[in-house]
């Protein structure tokens, strides 16, 4: 039996003010909702300049808590229109700190790269915090975020359950994977990436890119819905050509490299038993035979990387 839902990819440039972000990603939403998307989804960090491009920038401007300002703005859309809404921004979190005392300490302060998602009654179902953070030129996300600490979230819904990865996450197959036997009938990848201005990478980045998602659609017999940004921001340009990748890892639908655009497309979500049950990769794992997945990192960086050259150029690149 079939069951078929339509998604809907936001795919736009980002303005340099929260307001300015919320007013054109309604409108980009309206526009989708036009098109009879039930579950969209909104770029990585989609009301912020992509601020990790340098390293130690002041973020509180960029930051708020969750539920907050953004919240409020997207539940009353979510709930007027009757759509889920996947909102990914950046998480000003407040832990407090033991009592001293009679008094409570001041509390501790942690950013969350975070996309949080909204029902389509306008309550907030959960959020998902970036498990893998980065932090190479371009993308010094440790200088600013914490690692997740809430797991691989499913989201169930009347219309489809679904996990919610964000971009770097996207190059590590153990979080499909820890998505996929969850239960996750769609993976969404809300992203930032692009090229930067000036430096020529060895090997084409998009592709790589691209091509990585569509390996989790086909090991994993899952529908892969990536959101990229458009536009230039300082030494940045994002590629856009956000996508869709059915389970047998052939693209349905792309979008433009620089327009924004309200993606929507319909997903006959029973293809991913019918890949599953053909190919056998979930049915036929060996658990028992993977123990060193979790016995620790491979391989830490160098302190030498900022002297190989292709480094430093990209380093170059990013300070003119």
């Keep these: 039996m079939k069951r078929k839902v339509k998604i809907g990819l936001i795919q736009m440039s980002v303005p340099p003010t929260k307001e300015a972000a919320l007013v054109k990603a309604e409108k980009l939403i309206r526009q989708a909702v036009e098109k009879s998307a039930k579950i969209i989804c909104l770029p990585e960090l989609f009301n912020t300049p992509y601020f ?24 009353t859309l979510a709930r007027e229109l009757k759509v889920i809404i996947i909102v990914p921004m950046c998480e000003r979190a407040i832990f407090p700190l033991p009592r001293r005392g009679e008094g409570q300490g001041r509390g501790r302060t942690r950013y969350y790269n975070t996309a949080i998602v909204i029902n389509d009654d306008g309550k907030l179902l959960g959020k998902y915090r970036k498990n893998h953070i980065p932090h190479d030129p371009g993308f010094y996300e440790k200088d600013y975020f914490t690692e997740g600490d809430l797991g691989y979230k499913i989201f169930t819904t009347k219309f489809a359950k679904f996990a919610v990865l964000i971009c770097y996450d996207q190059w590590f197959p153990e979080a499909a994977r820890a998505a996929r036997l969850a239960g996750a009938e769609v993976i969404f990848y809300p992203t930032a990436v692009g090229n930067i201005v000036g430096y020529r990478p060895e090997g084409d980045w998009h592709d790589a890119w691209e091509t990585a998602q569509r390996g989790h659609a086909i090991v994993n017999s899952v529908h892969v819905a990536t959101v990229n940004r458009v536009g ?5 340009t994002f590629f856009g050509q956000s996508f869709v990748s059915d389970p047998f890892g052939k693209i349905m639908k792309r979008a433009s490299t620089g327009r924004d655009e309200a993606v929507v497309l319909e997903l006959d979500l029973s293809r991913n038993q019918f890949f599953a049950e053909g190919w056998g990769f979930l049915r036929n794992r060996r ?32 300070e003119k």
């Excluded at 990192?297 to 990209?314: A, F, G, S, T």
């Design 287 to 318: 658990p028992d035979t993977y123990q060193t997945l979790t016995s620790g990192k491979l391989v830490e960086k160098h302190r030498r990387l900022k002297k190989v050259p292709h480094y430093r150029d990209e380093i170059r690149a990013l």
């Design 232 to 236: 230039r921001e300082g030494r940045m």
């Design 52 to 75: 990790p491009q340098k390293p130690k920038a002041d973020v509180e401007e960029y930051c708020e808590p969750i539920p907050g300002e953004t919240t409020k703005v997207m539940s």
